[in-house]
């Protein structure tokens, strides 16, 4: 049918682009160049007489649009009701299956007047799309796609004359307060996308990752099905973010933020202990200072953004964005150290920084600016610099063990992993157990004299020989430290917690602890006792929040509890506390824990003391569960021809290692092919070989190492060390 | 001797400055273009035996260079001892006198084997200055001055052979701990400084300005004598900032950051209370977002930096950096709020905005780059938004009155003077009393309906008559407040409390409220003796510190009490506390209060309760004296005739005033006319006229305004309004 393509406008710019076939773990979208936004088709029947002529609904919208109920889209074009429409549709109306039916399919038949005319619904998001960015549509094979210039859309559509509207989608659903799950099941868009996603899940592999019976509002695909579209799904759905018209830049929102604030609140008062104080360097780098560290630099080149004009006017040189600060800062360290009773500095800061990645964007995890704090001290001896390496690393341990709930392994990196320029360099590593990736969680540099050698940061050493009038001689170049811990906590906080419903959030960094819903509220009830079950909620959160929990009644009128039950789910809120007229008969009140669903109901006067205790459990009983998990799935291998069937079983693999660049290399190399042959590969990485993630400070619990071999090369082993693929 | 420069590189590319002659308050830097920097030449004379042949020391540094003690700086070239140079050195040598001789006036003469040979001693802040700037020389005419690019300096001076060495005067000065005040009044740069002052003083009217006896370390110039000049030594020797590379962008140091986190963390309790939440927008804005609203963007257009190229790729689009985010957050709001059940939506960020000035910059008050927060609110009804606007500004109220100890007017905008795009704005003015220039101190706008009107920020009308289904009819656009406060808030507290000796900090924003200093060690201390004082200082901070006092003792034992008097004054700790061996004797502590010098022993064990009393009782008088001196130089008029006179002497006037756009055109123009007669111009800001600031919230104090007339236009008059000039 690129006849009516061809016969509709000649001029229309379609090009091809072929790509691996898409699969459950490397979706469609993920196949696609940056700046082409996939899209779907669905058609629809409405209701009608059997003699009444059939007008089928065809929308065309962003993939990632949620298009919510069909009957309420029905009811905004003024069609009683709707449903998914079957084959023969498709086939007569467009002359192609669901598989391979696209706009581009469309003709002057669907136009009124035509043979098969049809009305046409236009996602708003689509005339929205970005300018330069194209409209990707399926093609009848699976390893090709079409698309057009996002800018020509409109115009074609126009040009076919088919009748058509353009929906907001966002504010349509936000119109009728959507119905909770069990209400969507009856019929709708969601069954209208389950529907076609047999046929082409068929081929996509999908239908494992659709979950059934999922309101369009909840999380529509599983966990370990979809795992790239249930991450953006929750963040999104979870209020936890808002995607943002700069590419590779995102909106952080109140329910995300939080999480940042508290993990502030800790981190800044734990290094002030430590004699740190905070300051703030401009945003802004001239190119000479930029360039000075020449290898340092050589790692972040390729990503500075450039400011080269400030209204009409060029600059005379450009100046670029930080997209760290040791070169930024080390300047003025040698101005401002100048002898060693200076020492040490210690200064940290709380900013954003800009690097420009051309990958694609993951929220939290590879964005163009995140927000961090990064650390710059100084100090006299190596030892010195150390401890405090070691220091700061262990609070980043306890921001994820005790603020996130999220185990890590601390360590150091290899020479290969280490931080470009400096000395060594230690992490904590956390693991994304349904990828079986790993996630660098947090990073405390010793910079060693290399920064300081090159910025001459330096003073008289104190400790040097005299000369015969009591002047030491001699000067010492100081020792640095850089630590930086970004945003991405988040991001591995979502991954690890989360479930099919949505964000599980770790008591201590949810915005809102325990959410209280009146139930129970019917339309017998009476006036008095809706207002008894309304008081006893709004008293409930006034007794939580004077013992420190974030508690919040919910008590909007046009809900129901169903309905925000589903929404406090998806945003993760550890405890829902359920009040209705047996509650208050009991004086008891109904707690449901949102990371493991089990229901309590406890005494109305034990609360104040019972919430926070349940809060402390949860934090622990979620740390527990992760921490087994990634425990059972660090495997220790000792045979080279266990360390790909591990890492392909979605493990980290820990090895007695040699410690050698070109060992490492090999590693990299030999994980990689095997898994190009392997049964179970990894989204987004089907190929991707595994790096060393750490060596673990902790040697000890995986036995002695004298004697044993490297794996890979044959090598003395040095160190056990971790393996593993990884963000 | 132009001569000798034509001789010496015929191709130099000397340039010729005119400008008005330089007097105290409109100094020779002032009247200077940007980017042309002034520099200062001064001559010394080794001792030597009356017969040696004399080789003057020739010294070339930046005006703003400390070139700190001569005897310090003799040693580093290895000579013992020198001094200012008389007048018949000058002439002898260079031809010139002292107002005249500067680098243009050297000649072959002044080098090895020539008739007058020197050695010149180059300030390495010349050789580092910025590419393209240029360094301006005195020259025989007060009104004019010859400059010659930075970069061509070093070759200049090579060409004439003349003996030099480049010094680091800021290492110099750290090299050797400088003496106190008292011991550098015996000889050195001061009195070179001093010697020198005189002659060109008597034309720059400047000797007023300079401090008798003060070390060079110390603040050099009075506050009430060079404003501008103190401003900028008050706010680098009291290690607030430090300058950076990039023009219009400064350094926070700890000790003025911690200011702002002080404000940061009240400020940010209070909106919570109020229900705001803390998010964070990304920092790009892409062109099309930017230049929505048009008015809006106008007054910011100039100023946006645009970010152009990535590594070494150019941007299909450039992106600017926010200047203020209301065009970047509005978009989502209108996506966000969908029903009056989403208002009132209230969201806070702490970040930095950038707004490319091309006018002189001014550290905290007109800068690049700022940290901010701006707050962004959504509501239902104008009386709504009206209420958070004044409850916004009585904590901007708040902030300075009680943390920085500032009095402030808080008052609503004139028309003119209002946020471009706005409704109206409210905001609190303050004062600085040495230039009687008033100053916005932070700003709380009420939109109104202008920008969701922009944006269709918009809900059903929950009021609105219903239709026969009971649906409400009628969409309402939100009302929308913004606010925001600045690190100008800093500025302010510097210029409103600083003196002579420094900074004054207001004890609840200090980083350091008492230093302890061991005082009375000396040659004959014992041992014993000396760790008991240290050991009573050390105590004496664990105490402090346990009763949340934030304490310091300062035990470095290589400088001296005196020593650490001036540091800590110029730094503006709020209490001193000295303990010597008098003191514990009788068991006292000896405090001396920063603001007003007022020394008192107290018991020791009175330490823990009076200590956190005093600090109250320091905020208090420090208010007080502000407020009684801002109040006295506010003052009311009624007829035209005493208007200027009062705006001249330095005050604030307050008019019955008609408040029409046209009449406030013409005050500003007839105080500027007025002003240029003026017989005590303002620094920097010699013919500015006078502009509305506010029209106070207290109108009463001022009396009835029925019946008044507004004086300029004779117009009736509405309310009693605030006029001066202003920074």
């Given at each position: 049918m690129t006849d009516s393509l061809s016969s509709a406008m000649s001029n229309l710019d379609v090009s091809k682009h072929s790509h691996a076939a898409p699969s459950a773990d490397a979706p469609w979208a993920s196949q696609l160049p940056e700046g082409i936004l996939p899209t779907k088709t669905l058609v629809f029947k409405p209701k009608a007489g059997k003699s009444a002529p059939v007008k089928p609904v065809v929308v065309v919208a962003l993939e990632s649009t949620d298009v919510g109920s069909a009957n309420v889209l029905a009811k905004e074009i003024g069609i009683k009701e709707m449903r998914a429409a079957a084959d023969d549709i498709w086939k007569d109306w467009f002359g192609a299956d669901k598989e391979t039916a696209s706009p581009l399919t469309l003709s002057a038949q669907n136009a009124p007047g035509g043979s098969h005319p049809i009305f046409l619904v236009i996602d708003s998001a689509i005339t929205l799309a970005p300018a330069g960015s194209r409209l990707a549509f399926h093609s009848s094979s699976s390893t090709e796609s079409s698309s057009i210039p996002a800018s020509e859309f409109t115009k074609y559509i126009d040009h076919l004359k088919v009748e058509q509207k353009t929906i907001d989608f966002v504010e349509l659903k936000n119109k009728a307060p959507a119905p909770p799950a069990s209400a969507a099941a009856a019929g709708g868009a969601a069954k209208a996308d389950k529907a076609a996603a047999p046929a082409r899940g068929a081929k996509l592999s999908k239908s494992a990752a659709v979950i059934d019976d999922a309101a369009l509002v909840g999380i529509t695909v599983r966990k370990a099905g979809d795992f790239s579209e249930w991450y953006q799904q929750?963040?999104?759905?979870?209020?936890?973010?808002?995607?943002?018209?700069?590419?590779?830049?995102?909106?952080?929102?109140?329910?995300?933020?939080?999480?940042?604030?508290?993990?502030?609140?800790?981190?800044?008062?734990?290094?002030?202990?430590?004699?740190?104080?905070?300051?703030?360097?401009?945003?802004?780098?001239?190119?000479?200072?930029?360039?000075?560290?020449?290898?340092?630099?050589?790692g972040f080149a390729p990503e500075v953004a450039w400011v080269t004009r400030a209204g009409q006017s060029d600059l005379d040189k450009p100046v670029a964005i930080r997209p760290t600060s040791e070169t930024v800062m080390y300047p003025y360290y040698a101005k401002w150290i100048q002898s060693h009773r200076d020492l040490p500095l210690k200064l940290n800061q709380w900013n954003s920084v800009v690097?420009?990645?051309?990958?694609?964007?993951?929220?939290?995890?590879?964005?163009?600016?995140?927000?961090?704090?990064?650390?710059?001290?100084?100090?006299?001896?190596?030892?010195?610099?150390?401890?405090?390496?070691?220091?700061?690393?262990?609070?980043y341990r306890r921001v994820y063990t005790d603020l996130l709930a999220v185990p890590v392994v601390p360590g150091v990196k290899s020479e290969k992993e280490k931080f470009a320029g400096g000395f060594y360099t230690t992490t904590v590593e956390g693991f994304v157990p349904t990828t079986g990736r790993g996630i660098q969680g947090g990073t405390s540099h010793c910079l060693g004299q290399n920064f300081s050698k090159m910025f001459n940061i330096s003073v008289e050493d104190p400790n040097a020989s005299a000369d015969v009038r009591g002047t030491p001689q001699g000067r010492l170049h100081v020792w640095q430290n850089s630590w930086g811990l970004s945003t991405r906590t988040i991001g591995v906080m979502v991954m690890v917690h989360g479930d099919d419903k949505g964000l599980v959030m770790p008591p201590r960094v949810s915005q809102v602890?325990?959410?209280?819903?009146?139930?129970?509220?019917?339309?017998?009830?009476?006036?008095?006792?809706?207002?008894?079950?309304?008081?006893?909620?709004?008293?409930?959160?006034?007794?939580?929040?004077?013992?420190?929990?974030?508690?919040k009644a919910d008590l909007r009128d046009v809900y129901s509890p169903g309905w925000k039950f589903n929404d406090w789910e998806m945003r993760g809120v550890p405890i829902r506390m359920e009040i209705g007229p047996k509650d208050l008969e009991k004086d008891s009140r109904l707690l449901v824990r949102r990371d493991n669903g089990v229901?309590?109901?406890?005494a109305a006067s034990e609360m104040v003391s019972h919430v926070p205790?349940?809060?402390?459990?949860?934090?622990?009983?979620m740390y527990e569960r992760a921490n087994t998990e990634y425990t059972a799935r660090r495997k220790k291998v000792t045979e080279w021809s266990n360390f790909t069937r591990e890492l392909n079983g979605k493990n980290h693999v820990i090895i007695p290692w040699c410690e050698m660049e070109t060992c490492e290399d090999a590693i990299k190399e030999r994980s990689a092919r095997s898994s190009e042959e392997g049964q179970d590969e990894d989204s987004r990485a089907p190929s991707m070989g595994a790096k060393s993630l750490c060596i673990p400070f902790d040697q000890e619990q995986f036995g002695p190492i004298e004697g044993l071999k490297c794996p890979q090369c044959q090598n003395e082993a040095k160190r056990w060390t971790m393996f593993g693929r990884s963000y």
């Open positions: 929750v963040l999104r759905k979870g209020d936890m973010l808002d995607y943002y018209d700069v590419s590779g830049c995102y909106i952080l929102k109140p329910w995300s933020y939080t999480v940042w604030e508290s993990i502030q609140s800790f981190f800044d008062g734990e290094i002030k202990k430590l004699g740190v104080s905070n300051c703030y360097f401009p945003m802004f780098v001239s190119s000479d200072v930029l360039e000075r560290e020449k290898d340092h630099i050589e690097r420009w990645e051309f990958k694609h964007p993951q929220p939290f995890l590879r964005t163009r600016e995140f927000l961090w704090q990064e650390g710059h001290t100084a100090h006299i001896s190596l030892q010195e610099a150390d401890k405090e390496v070691k220091q700061i690393l262990d609070l602890q325990v959410v209280i819903i009146p139930c129970g509220i019917g339309v017998k009830t009476t006036p008095e006792g809706r207002k008894a079950i309304e008081d006893a909620c709004a008293k409930a959160e006034q007794d939580l929040l004077a013992v420190g929990v974030r508690a229901k309590a109901s406890i205790q349940l809060l402390n459990k949860i934090h622990d009983d």
